[in-house]
């Protein structure tokens, strides 16, 4: 059994700062890529940010600039940096792992449970 166990969420002053981790456990054999997804309430959920196991970043326009995507493969642990937050970021943010666990037939995606972060006054 695996898991992607996030922390991190909660309420945020718009232009304030917070910092979402994501680990991952279990019988794992390789992580390759990680990421971080959010789903505002009625909205589909969408890319924010991705990293390879080679440190390669990519991140959605909306967020360029403001959020950090790091990982540290000793703790198999990726991070969300949101800096300069505002109110349209508020929502549930997904960790993903690209993972090939034990007795797995090859490399699957794996996900999180979700941490809301809302970003109001």
């Known amino acids: 059994q695996v898991q992607l166990v996030e922390s991190g969420g909660g309420l945020v002053q718009p232009g304030g700062s917070q910092r979402l981790s994501c680990a991952a456990s279990g019988s794992i054999l390789r992580i390759d890529a990680m990421g971080w997804y959010r789903q505002a309430p009625g909205k589909q959920r969408e890319l924010v940010a991705t990293?390879?196991?080679?440190?390669?970043?990519n991140y959605a326009d909306s967020v360029k600039g403001r959020f950090t995507i790091s990982r540290d493969n000793a703790r198999s642990t990726v991070y969300l940096q949101m800096n300069s937050l505002k109110p349209e970021d508020t929502a549930v943010y997904y960790c993903n792992a690209d993972m090939v666990v034990y007795r797995q037939v090859g490399i699957a995606g794996y996900w999180g449970q979700g941490t809301q972060v809302t970003v109001s006054s």
């Open positions: 990293i390879t196991a080679g440190g390669i970043t």
